[in-house]
């Protein structure tokens, strides 16, 4: 498989290509550091720009729904015209935006701010899984790319309530936001001298497929929004069920295009491919059990069994540590048992995680810990390695697109597991969750509802599994084109 460097200029040591490993673990940094530092501020931000609820719900959702629904689009631009040209100046956009949030003044602004953040990261984040793939032609050295930047991700994701606290309690606001812009500086000369310029043979020849990229973008924003309206509106409301419809229309139009194109956006006859179809199906597991688990555990602790928010976060801890601490088993554990297996294996521990806190957690902590520890430890390799799977069974020209691919699956499956979670509730659990004085009647209701989510969430789950494993049983050998 020709591809990056020549063999003669490639890597043999991760330390080799510590300069671009620095770069591509802040790009991933920032992704996951972001929302979670920022959410620790809310209620300031509401308060000093007296913004509503439904404005601070959008300072988080501009960022998630642009970032998710452009990383195909910036996928297909970077395998066109340079994976290392579109990080850079996406990195150069996410410092601008970045340094504007010391000019805002008012609720929309800041979302606005947000949004352009969300440009930033489409451009940046699935770049650094496509160029760590394609810094080293060892199968071995990609894998511990890839747990590399994905380490410096997942500390992003566990320190930033936490350190958002601390800098709250002694700076504005507006520092969580100003925290991008030295991250930022930091990757761009990393990448800038680590990583080289691309090869114009290894770049796709077609031209962008303006057509397909609005449809492909439309469907992805329906995808990402429409289960917010059905966990916020209702599933008898007309407008969740308009969104719906809109965006399985867009959906089809858009495969209808991508069939038909001389040269589309997506060809969409990859996603059939062995590795690519199993490792987008394991991806798509993990982020629904995450998404899933994370909110059902919330409201475990806190509403049904009245723990205060410090117990609560305390009580997660194991999680936080498993995937800190298995970083450095990831890349033995493939070595020992293989790809294939090492992802059908870790997929399904995430599966599950997600049946034992279905069948278990009104039973106690005890199975809510087991139930963090198995998610935690699936993820930590599936992430990894469904990510590799999918690189190496596209052509050397797609690799961007092809990590978009896999990042817009976990996008949308976060987005799916919170929509099962909320029509659930909303169809079982009669009035408010959040009331401050719940009756026994809707704690039954709630911990019935839970435990009903769960399994449906176990069962998607696991037929995604299944379809993972059957397709990587009829893998053929990767393309070489």
Same mark, same amino acid.
């Given at each position: 498989m020709s591809t990056r460097l020549s063999s003669a200029h490639a890597p043999t040591r991760l330390r080799d290509a510590w300069i671009a490993l620095t770069g591509l673990s802040a790009v991933f940094l920032f992704e996951m550091l972001d929302n979670s530092v920022l959410n620790v501020a809310l209620p300031t931000i509401g308060r000093e720009l007296h913004a509503s609820t439904l404005e601070l719900q959008w300072v988080t959702g501009a960022y998630s729904v642009v970032f998710g629904a452009l990383m195909l689009?910036?996928?297909?631009?970077?395998?066109? $015209?340079?994976?290392?040209?579109? *990080?850079?100046?996406? !990195?150069?956009?996410?410092?601008? #935006?970045?340094?504007? +949030?010391?000019?805002?003044?008012s609720a929309g602004a800041l979302i606005a701010v947000r949004a352009v953040m969300g440009v930033a990261a489409a451009m940046t984040t699935p770049g650094s899984m496509a160029l760590a793939f394609r810094l080293f032609e060892e199968q071995g050295l990609r894998i511990r790319a890839m747990t590399v930047i994905s380490t410096a991700g997942l &500390?992003?994701? %566990?320190?930033?309530?936490?350190?958002?606290?601390?800098?709250?309690?002694?700076?504005?606001?507006q520092a969580l936001l100003l925290i991008n812009v030295p991250i930022a500086v930091l990757a761009l000369i990393s990448i800038r001298v680590g990583v080289p310029v691309d090869r114009i043979e290894d770049l796709h020849p077609d031209r962008i497929d303006v057509a397909g990229a609005v449809l492909g973008t439309a469907t992805l924003v329906g995808a990402l929004v429409t289960?917010?309206?059905?966990? /916020? !509106?209702?599933?008898?409301?007309?407008?969740?069920?308009?969104?719906?419809?809109?965006?399985?229309?867009?959906? %089809?139009l $858009?495969?209808?295009?991508?069939?038909?194109? #001389?040269?589309p956006m997506l060809d969409l006859?990859?996603?059939?491919?062995?590795?690519? %179809?199993?490792?987008?199906?394991y991806? #798509?597991? #993990?982020?629904?059990?995450?998404?899933?688990?994370?909110?059902?555990?919330? !409201?475990?602790?806190? $509403?049904v069994w009245g723990w205060p928010p410090s117990l609560a976060a305390i009580a997660t801890l194991p999680q936080v540590v498993v995937l800190l601490a298995s970083g450095r088993f990831?890349?033995?554990?493939? /070595?020992?048992?293989?790809l294939t297996r090492a992802a059908w294996a870790s997929a399904a521990a995430v599966v599950s995680g997600l049946a034992v806190f279905a069948l278990g957690s009104r039973a106690g902590y005890a199975w809510v810990f087991v139930a963090l @520890?198995?998610?935690?430890?699936? *993820?930590?390799? @599936?992430?990894?390695? %469904?990510?590799?799977?999918? !690189?190496?069974?596209?052509?050397?020209?797609? +690799?961007? &697109?092809? =990590?978009?691919?896999?990042?817009?699956? =976990? /996008?949308?499956?976060?987005?799916?597991? &919170?929509?099962? &979670?909320?029509?659930?509730?909303?169809?079982?659990? =009669?009035g408010s969750i959040a009331s401050t004085s719940p009756t026994p009647e809707q704690l039954s209701q709630l911990q019935d509802g839970i435990t009903a989510a769960g399994l449906i969430l176990t069962a998607i789950a696991t037929l995604l599994v299944i379809v993972g494993i059957r397709r990587s049983r009829t893998r053929r050998p990767a393309p070489t084109a």
């Amino acid at each position: 498989m020709s591809t990056r460097l020549s063999s003669a200029h490639a890597p043999t040591r991760l330390r080799d290509a510590w300069i671009a490993l620095t770069g591509l673990s802040a790009v991933f940094l920032f992704e996951m550091l972001d929302n979670s530092v920022l959410n620790v501020a809310l209620p300031t931000i509401g308060r000093e720009l007296h913004a509503s609820t439904l404005e601070l719900q959008w300072v988080t959702g501009a960022y998630s729904v642009v970032f998710g629904a452009l990383m195909l689009v910036f996928g297909a631009v970077a395998d066109r $015209f340079g994976r290392r040209r579109v *990080m850079l100046v996406g !990195l150069v956009l996410l410092g601008l #935006a970045s340094l504007a +949030t010391i000019l805002v003044t008012s609720a929309g602004a800041l979302i606005a701010v947000r949004a352009v953040m969300g440009v930033a990261a489409a451009m940046t984040t699935p770049g650094s899984m496509a160029l760590a793939f394609r810094l080293f032609e060892e199968q071995g050295l990609r894998i511990r790319a890839m747990t590399v930047i994905s380490t410096a991700g997942l &500390i992003g994701l %566990a320190i930033g309530p936490t350190a958002g606290g601390f800098v709250l309690a002694v700076a504005p606001w507006q520092a969580l936001l100003l925290i991008n812009v030295p991250i930022a500086v930091l990757a761009l000369i990393s990448i800038r001298v680590g990583v080289p310029v691309d090869r114009i043979e290894d770049l796709h020849p077609d031209r962008i497929d303006v057509a397909g990229a609005v449809l492909g973008t439309a469907t992805l924003v329906g995808a990402l929004v429409t289960p917010t309206l059905f966990v /916020e !509106l209702g599933g008898a409301t007309w407008q969740a069920w308009a969104g719906l419809g809109a965006t399985l229309l867009a959906g %089809a139009l $858009f495969v209808w295009r991508e069939r038909t194109a #001389a040269q589309p956006m997506l060809d969409l006859r990859l996603l059939a491919r062995p590795l690519v %179809a199993s490792g987008l199906a394991y991806k #798509a597991t #993990a982020g629904l059990a995450v998404s899933g688990l994370s909110y059902m555990t919330t !409201l475990q602790l806190q $509403f049904v069994w009245g723990w205060p928010p410090s117990l609560a976060a305390i009580a997660t801890l194991p999680q936080v540590v498993v995937l800190l601490a298995s970083g450095r088993f990831v890349g033995p554990f493939v /070595e020992r048992v293989g790809l294939t297996r090492a992802a059908w294996a870790s997929a399904a521990a995430v599966v599950s995680g997600l049946a034992v806190f279905a069948l278990g957690s009104r039973a106690g902590y005890a199975w809510v810990f087991v139930a963090l @520890v198995l998610v935690a430890a699936g *993820m930590r390799v @599936v992430g990894v390695v %469904a990510g590799n799977n999918v !690189l190496q069974g596209l052509p050397s020209n797609r +690799t961007s &697109i092809g =990590s978009a691919l896999v990042g817009t699956s =976990s /996008e949308v499956a976060n987005g799916i597991g &919170i929509a099962v &979670i909320g029509t659930v509730l909303a169809t079982l659990v =009669s009035g408010s969750i959040a009331s401050t004085s719940p009756t026994p009647e809707q704690l039954s209701q709630l911990q019935d509802g839970i435990t009903a989510a769960g399994l449906i969430l176990t069962a998607i789950a696991t037929l995604l599994v299944i379809v993972g494993i059957r397709r990587s049983r009829t893998r053929r050998p990767a393309p070489t084109a």
